[in-house]
Nanobody, 125 residues
């Protein structure tokens, strides 16, 4: 049984930093990984992704230069380092796995097969 669990969310002031982590288990296939978020009253949006090989990453324009997606190895935790946080970054952040496209990162949430329950990030002004 596949399990995906995020951790590391919390309350931080504008300009602060947080690091999210995503743990996965029960997987026997390759996949690309991504972070999505959904803010209050907003639609879910792609934040950042990394492919199975770890040699390709992608970022939404709104977080480029502030957020970094990484992992130690293919089966280790997925991380999202978030720096210079802004109030508009407030959202529930989700980790997602895309089995259908392990080498190319897709931004469409409907392409992703497995999701974690999410972790809340709140940035105070």
């Amino acid at each position: 049984q596949v399990q995906v669990v995020e951790s590391g969310g919390g309350l931080v002031q504008t300009g602060g930093s947080l690091r999210l982590a995503c743990a996965r288990s029960g997987l026997s296939f390759v996949y690309s990984m991504a972070w999505f978020r959904q803010g209050p009253g907003k639609e879910r949006e792609f934040v950042a992704g990394i492919n199975w090989n770890g040699d390709s990453t992608d970022y939404a324009d709104s977080v480029k230069g502030r957020f970094t997606v990484s992992r130690d190895n293919a089966n280790g935790p997925l991380y999202l380092q978030m720096n210079r946080l802004k109030p508009e970054d407030t959202a529930v952040y989700y980790c997602a796995l895309d089995v259908g496209s392990p080498l190319i990162i897709r931004r469409e949430g409907d392409s992703y097969n497995y999701w974690g329950p999410g972790t809340q990030v709140t940035v105070s002004s």
